[in-house]
């Protein structure tokens, strides 16, 4: 199973060390085994080791990376950097670095002289097949080729919001239908445009009517069949695309007053699941309380009446959910795994729970007590072997707070039947993380982590096995 993957921040503003506002919350831009939470039943994980952090070379201070990964695991860091940091109008080269033997980042390599990655917080690459990789760019095209090689673009018709590519080498290519350009595409409906090698591209096929909408994803299994999942006029919506380009019915999910952000993942035996978070943010502050739900359909059935994770309401900074809000797993062979942004009444966590067949466990805490800590991003491999990583000190989308720990932590365990371990750090304070990715080996059972540093070139560490 691979799944799209979720940026959290715009190229261009990032060449400026800052972090933009965004008037929507982030996507949720995976992970849990069955016994996680029975507390004595299950095993305690054993301390994964994380090698001290890296850069990427010529990665420029405040460039966002964009890790391209698959089911095999994480395969190359793609990004922009900017050859005129006095203009945020570029030029934007695409520079990247492949992933060798323990994960190790290879020399940094210009891949295209101009293709700029995508702007919103939505899509991110995919590796697929045997070595290939799909990028998308701020507009409407994507960037496709060997992950070690050059990239030709390729141009949609309409804006892409992700990409999902498996083993086999198919690719799911998620996009939007404008009105018109001028109407800023909305509103708007969502196609699909499948990719194999030998027939290349396919026809996009429409998902849905036009309609007003905030975000949409997809993830593909093994054998060819797309999950997508979107938004229209306050309704989640889900839908099966067969390999061959078949519709199967639309599922609507849930009702949300408020701007969702959306994940999916469906297993190679036909389990699927579909994760949003809703929160209206204007100007950078809350402007209604956080909410993390999940449904979930076994293998060929509809889905379930959504659960309700976990509600923050608002805090009197009124500070938002940044980041993954919510990041779900359903790996080939494992139950499953959700983990998302928490509060305990007087700090921001981070909570993590196993998938079932379509129940959710009890959740496990999983940050350290006492410390405001948001999500970053989660990771579950078919072997069972999970992470996840969390931004500690950081009280919703405020900056660190002062006298708590900043930098970069994760938690890890070996196998589902594992609870989760303490926090390990990977980057120390006082490193100002703003957002990381994670990916794990299928073969090694390594993660490894990126992650944009605001005031530093794009940082890096990889995992002993977990």
């Not at 496709?144 to 050059?150: D, F, Q, R, T, W």
């Not at 027939?199 to 009517?209: C, K, M, N, V, Y």
Request: aromatic share 6%.
């Amino acid at each position: 199973m691979t799944r799209a993957r979720t940026r959290n921040i715009h190229p261009r503003a990032a060449f400026h060390g800052y972090a933009p506002t965004f008037c929507r919350p982030h996507r949720p831009d995976r992970r849990y085994g069955c016994c996680l939470c029975s507390g004595a039943a299950a095993a305690a994980a054993t301390t994964t080791i994380w090698s001290a952090p890296g850069a990427l070379s010529g990665s420029g201070v405040g460039s966002q990376p964009l890790l391209a990964a698959g089911a095999a695991g994480p395969r190359g860091v793609f990004w922009n950097v900017n050859l005129n940091p006095s203009s945020s109008d570029g030029p934007f080269p695409l520079r990247a670095s492949s992933l060798g033997s323990g994960l190790v980042p290879a020399a940094t390599r210009s891949v295209h002289p101009t293709f700029l990655l995508a702007e919103e917080p939505d899509s991110a690459g995919a590796a697929f097949g045997r070595g290939d990789v799909v990028l998308p760019d701020g507009a409407s095209s994507v960037a496709i080729g060997p992950i070690g090689g050059a990239l030709r673009a390729h141009r949609l018709p309409g804006p892409v919001r992700a990409v999902a590519g498996n083993v086999a080498g198919d690719v799911a290519i998620l996009s939007e239908a404008c009105a018109t350009r001028a109407s800023g595409c909305h509103p708007a409906a969502p196609e699909v445009v499948l990719y194999r090698n030998g027939p290349g591209f396919s026809r996009a096929i429409t998902l849905d009517r036009k309609g007003h909408s905030y975000d949409a994803t997809l993830a593909i299994d093994a054998g060819g069949t797309a999950l997508v999942a979107w938004d229209r006029d306050g309704s989640v919506y889900a839908r099966f695309v067969s390999p061959s380009g078949k519709l199967t019915a639309i599922q609507r999910l849930a009702t949300e007053t408020t701007p969702p952000g959306i994940d999916v993942a469906i297993a190679d035996d036909g389990r699927a699941a579909v994760g949003w978070t809703s929160q209206s943010v204007s100007e950078g502050q809350a402007s209604s309380p956080f909410a993390a739900s999940l449904s979930l359909a076994g293998p060929h059935h509809r889905f379930t009446r959504p659960k309700l994770l976990e509600t923050i309401a608002l805090d009197p900074s009124d500070v938002y959910v940044p980041y993954r809000g919510l990041v779900v797993a359903l790996p080939d062979g494992q139950p499953g795994m959700a983990a998302w942004s928490g509060f305990d009444g007087a700090h921001f966590v981070v909570r993590a729970a196993s998938i079932t067949g379509t129940a959710v466990g009890a959740p496990q805490t999983v940050s350290q007590a006492g410390v405001d800590t948001v999500l970053a991003d989660a990771a579950e491999s078919s072997r069972g072997e999970a992470a996840i990583l969390l931004l500690p000190g950081r009280r919703g989308s405020g900056p660190p707070v002062i006298g708590q720990p900043g930098g970069l932590d994760a938690v890890s365990r070996g196998t589902a039947a594992q609870a989760f371990g303490a926090p390990v750090q990977v980057v120390g304070s006082p490193t100002y993380v703003d957002g990381a990715d994670l990916a794990i080996d299928a073969k090694t059972g390594q993660a490894f982590a990126t992650w944009r540093n605001v005031a530093g070139p794009i940082g890096w560490s990889a995992s002993s096995s977990l």
